[in-house]
């Protein structure tokens, strides 16, 4: 049998393969890539380099660059999904370091925003909203619509989040939750992380997280979001518990760290305070009531919306 060496050297060695590899060779140098990097580095490159480095600058020509045959990273046709080669030389020799694309770029930025918001029991179409396709009825656009622009635009412009957020009330279906969804994906775009919580499920919730002992853990993990937003307050049931120990926990500690709070609910400002006046019980505990609502005044600018039951169609 023929020594693998003696085999490599007669293909080598070959006229074809000699044609073969001059024609790569050929085509790689003519690849205006290639070119401006050889050009843009021909004090230190040589005919040793070049030939030394060709399988790095073949694997750089046949590669995609620009993402125009690719939808999306799981489609892409690059060794590296999601990465483009760029030439590079390293050690005194030509070798390839990897960016990612463009469509990379753009979804893992999604990505990153989709991470700053945590949703507790939110529906979907909520969590997908923008400012920009919230649309009110004529009697709150000037309210609520021009309030939470102003919001944003203080984000952006100073860097800072105001203290306060809104109160949001009106008639069941009209649009609450999908306002605080909107603000929740413009924060997020300003690398600011949200909570955002469907209140009786949350509240459901921790009755059952005294059983599993993560209570404590999830009461902080609300409470002390840089953005919290409570949404249907006042649809739950309550206990004294649930009042008293978790929702004024939540309240009041946002209160003493200025950290905006945003609260939906069916219920205006008096009317809320009726509903937390009265426990699972039927009792009528009108002093733990009003403690409620002066954090929650404390914390919150009301805005009414208006408008038909979205959810009719």
């Not at 993990?221 to 939540?250: C, H």
Request: net charge negative; hydrophobic share 35%; aromatic share 8%.
């Amino acid at each position: 049998m023929e020594p693998i060496s003696e085999t490599l050297k007669r293909v080598v060695n070959a006229p074809a393969f000699n044609e073969r590899y001059e024609q790569m060779r050929a085509e790689v140098l003519e690849n205006q890539g290639v070119q401006a990097f050889l050009a843009e580095h021909a004090e230190v490159v040589n005919k040793k380099m070049v030939d030394k480095g060709l399988g790095r600058l073949y694997e750089y020509t046949t590669q995609n660059h620009d993402c125009e045959t690719c939808e999306n990273v799981a489609s892409c046709v690059n060794i590296m999904k999601g990465f483009v080669p760029q030439l590079a030389i390293t050690r005194g020799v030509i070798d390839l370091e990897y960016t990612r694309c463009r469509n990379k770029i753009i979804e893992d930025e999604r990505r990153d925003v989709s991470a700053m918001i945590s949703s507790m029991h939110m529906p979907k179409d909520v969590l997908q909203a923008r400012l920009s396709t919230v649309t009110y009825d004529h009697n709150t656009r000037v309210n609520l619509g021009t309030a939470a622009n102003a919001f944003m635009e203080e984000v952006k412009s100073t860097g800072k989040l105001p203290t306060k957020g809104f109160y949001i009330h009106g008639e069941f279906g009209v649009g609450k939750s999908y306002v605080l969804g909107a603000l929740a994906n413009e924060l997020a775009e300003q690398k600011i992380r949200t909570v955002l919580v469907y209140v009786p499920e949350f509240l459901r919730e921790m009755k059952q997280a005294i059983q599993d002992q993560s209570l404590q853990e999830k009461v902080d993990f609300v409470k002390k979001a840089p953005v919290l937003m409570l949404d249907d307050l006042g649809s739950e049931t309550l206990s004294s518990w649930t009042r008293d120990e978790i929702l004024g926990t939540v309240l009041h500690y946002r209160m003493a760290e200025n950290l905006p709070t945003f609260i939906t609910s069916n219920f205006d400002y008096d009317g809320l305070e009726d509903h937390l006046a009265y426990s699972g019980k039927g009792e009528r505990e009108l002093v733990k009531a009003a403690r409620i609502m002066e954090r929650i005044r404390s914390i919150t600018i009301p805005m009414r919306l208006s408008g038909k039951n979205r959810r009719d169609g």
